[in-house]
């Protein structure tokens, strides 16, 4: 399992769009394989930071999920709201492997080695 983790700092005049923006993607990472775990905007502090995270099973189903970028149609058009608004101002990408609460092992049955 492999997730995503997107940093975008983004016009914070511009939030309607990059909600729009967000929802478009958390129905096309859900249809194409992925788990979108949802968009965190800001709302106390920085006000101009958001972040992304979303999970693919592997990271060669994400690279099958990526390879539609600038093709896909439904891609094109969710850029496309980024791109006219000018709601990102720039974004990083980083790829993480989660430990989630699914993984914790009961201390009773731990052993030391």
Same mark, same amino acid.
């Given at each position: 399992?492999?997730?995503?983790?997107?940093?975008?700092?983004?016009?914070?005049?511009?939030?309607?769009?990059?909600?729009?923006?967000?929802?478009?993607?958390?129905?096309?990472?859900?249809?194409?394989?992925?788990?979108?775990?949802?968009?965190?905007?800001?709302?106390? *502090?920085?006000?101009?930071?958001?972040?992304?995270? !979303?999970?693919? $099973?592997? &990271?060669?189903?994400?690279? +099958?999920?990526? @390879?539609?970028?600038?093709?896909?149609?439904?891609?094109?058009?969710?850029?496309?709201?980024?791109?006219?608004? *000018?709601?990102?101002?720039?974004?990083?990408?980083? !790829?993480?492997? $989660?430990? &989630?609460?699914?993984?914790? +092992?009961?201390? @009773?049955?731990?052993?030391?080695?």
């Amino acid at each position: 399992m492999i997730t995503c983790v997107v940093t975008y700092t983004i016009d914070p005049e511009k939030i309607d769009a990059f909600e729009e923006f967000a929802r478009a993607w958390m129905r096309l990472v859900d249809r194409h394989g992925g788990t979108h775990h949802g968009y965190f905007l800001p709302s106390e *502090g920085a006000s101009d930071q958001a972040l992304a995270l !979303f999970t693919f $099973p592997s &990271l060669a189903e994400y690279e +099958v999920y990526r @390879a539609r970028f600038g093709v896909d149609p439904e891609f094109v058009e969710a850029d496309r709201i980024r791109d006219e608004s *000018g709601c990102v101002l720039r974004y990083e990408r980083t !790829f993480m492997r $989660p430990l &989630l609460p699914t993984d914790l +092992v009961p201390e @009773a049955t731990r052993t030391e080695g």
